[in-house]
């Protein structure tokens, strides 16, 4: 009886380790083929992201013939660099000149905005103060206000002070605030860097300014160098701001340049895609440089 008794339960326990085995091979495979799928979603989706770049720069490597008689992703047969240096010396749409004042609006813009929204996003972070967390509340909701709603009103008050057909509309205000998203973007990184830190240095007799550039900001190098490289490829790529402040050719940005080039030469498409390289070309390595930066400030801010 004693044997039939041990028999039995040792019958049911290996047929329970078959069927957990199964079961474990089978989420296995599962796994696998999920995996599989996703990297397929995935690949697909970079090769789709990646085509129209793809194409824009095969096109401006070719000829003209051989863009009417060869598919537009196929590698040119006789690759040539003569577009670029058309695009780069033609005398009625001077891009070096267009280069040129793009560079001094971002970067100008660039320094404004990550020096002052840091300086704004300070206080929101280590300080305490009434009515802190309300005003932030407000200064949020400005980014709800859409930029079409203060566009005449903007327009009006610097046409007052004589400030249109200038610089001054395209960098000025950088200088003042930064904007809700960036302030609120190094805000949330500040809050995680340790408090220790500022009452080390208090007990060193530091202030708040010293706190600031000195703990603070060295601390905050991913976070700063995020708001820098989204500030710099929107201004590198605004069209509406340059379009309607900067009437004078000589004073006109690349993507504005670009759209009166693409006027000039019309159907000349190896010319427009040579152009098109040019302008995107300086936010590739800008991207690349920072792209470590990049994801670190975005992971570590609370953005994910």
């Not at 340049?257 to 010319?271: A, V």
Request: contains cysteine; charged residues 15%.
């Amino acid at each position: 009886m004693s044997a039939v008794q041990e028999t039995v339960p040792a019958k049911f326990d290996a047929e329970a380790a078959e069927r957990f085995r199964r079961a474990a091979k089978r989420a296995e495979t599962i796994d696998r083929i999920l995996k599989v799928l996703l990297w397929v979603v995935l690949f697909s989706g970079v090769i789709l992201a990646m085509l129209p770049l793809w194409i824009m720069l095969m096109m401006s490597l070719k000829t003209p013939n051989e863009i009417a008689n060869s598919a537009a992703w196929a590698w040119p047969r006789d690759l040539t660099w003569d577009n670029f240096r058309e695009v780069l010396t033609n005398p009625n749409a001077p891009f070096l000149l267009f280069f040129r004042n793009s560079v001094i609006i971002s970067t100008l813009t660039t320094a404004g905005v990550v020096l002052t929204s840091a300086m704004v996003a300070y206080p929101f972070a280590r300080l305490k103060f009434r009515g802190r967390d309300r005003l932030f509340i407000l200064l949020l909701s400005t980014m709800m206000l859409p930029g079409v709603v203060t566009m005449i009103p903007t327009y009006v008050m610097y046409a007052q002070i004589k400030w249109v057909n200038t610089f001054y509309p395209l960098i000025v205000p950088a200088w003042f605030g930064g904007g809700a998203f960036n302030i609120f973007l190094l805000r949330q990184f500040f809050m995680g860097i340790p408090r220790d830190l500022d009452e080390a240095a208090i007990l060193d007799g530091a202030n708040h300014a010293t706190i600031f550039w000195r703990v603070i900001l060295p601390n905050a190098g991913a976070a700063l160098a995020t708001v820098g490289v989204f500030c710099f490829i929107y201004n590198w790529r605004d069209f509406m701001g340059p379009l309607i402040y900067l009437n004078s050719p000589d004073m006109q940005t690349l993507e504005v340049g670009l759209r009166t080039y693409q006027s000039l030469q019309s159907e000349q498409w190896h010319l427009l895609m040579a152009g098109s390289v040019l302008v995107m070309l300086p936010l590739f390595v800008i991207f690349l440089i920072g792209q470590k930066y990049f994801v670190k400030g975005i992971v570590m801010s609370g953005i994910k």
